[in-house]
């Protein structure tokens, strides 16, 4: 890949003309996860990738954990929060797992049920205490969980085969492969503009 031309392109369509050094060091972890595991892959599920991390993590390129309070955690995800439905559906069926597996890393993964399967992945333990939990917020290991999560389908059952595939192609659909259709066009949007920066020509 050119990478010149990647960041001087994304850096004029997706960040506004200027890149932090945090963001390139991002943005590179990111691509050479892809480089070394998936090369060989479509180029449209590394920009829809790129595009999911651009939006969970507002543009830092980093993994962050989700905007909020344990007050706010407790309310949403919680089982005795004010959404026990949900918080039964992620897998929070035990007071204090609301706070305990909010959002966090480069897809902001969320609920008992997938820091359990990315505990089992990954093989090291994500679910014993709130700091074990917080180990999904190391690069590498967020990297691969956003990739592998997205390419196997781990996070709703969707992959991003199902929506690029030969010459099909559905850039608000992918959304699926992540949460629902939430800002799906603003997502295929930002998408769409990483793989136009995608380069392998080297004038």
Do not use: C
């Not at 992945?121 to 990739?147: P, Q, W, Y």
């Amino acid at each position: 890949m050119n990478r010149k031309f990647f960041f001087d392109t994304v850096r004029l369509t997706l960040f506004d003309g200027s890149l932090r050094k945090a963001q390139v060091q991002g943005l590179t972890g990111l691509l050479d996860y892809w480089e070394q595991h998936h090369a060989a892959k479509d180029d449209r599920w590394l920009a829809y990738v790129l595009a999911t991390a651009h939006h969970e993590v507002d543009r830092k390129m980093q993994p962050i954990k989700e905007y909020g309070s344990d007050s706010y955690f407790f309310r949403m995800y919680d089982i005795d929060g004010d959404r026990p439905k949900v918080a039964k559906r992620l897998g929070n069926l035990a007071k204090g797992d609301g706070v305990k597996f909010h959002g966090r890393g480069f897809v902001q993964i969320t609920g008992r049920y997938n820091y359990a399967d990315w505990e089992n992945r990954l093989g090291t333990d994500l679910t014993s205490s709130r700091a074990k939990a917080d180990k999904v917020m190391n690069h590498s290991r967020a990297t691969e969980i956003i990739f592998e999560g997205m390419i196997l389908g781990t996070f709703t059952g969707k992959k991003l085969s199902d929506y690029f595939v030969n010459v099909k192609q559905d850039w608000e659909g992918a959304r699926k492969v992540v949460n629902g259709t939430d800002k799906q066009a603003l997502i295929a949007s930002y998408a769409k503009r990483y793989y136009a920066a995608i380069s392998y020509t080297t004038a």
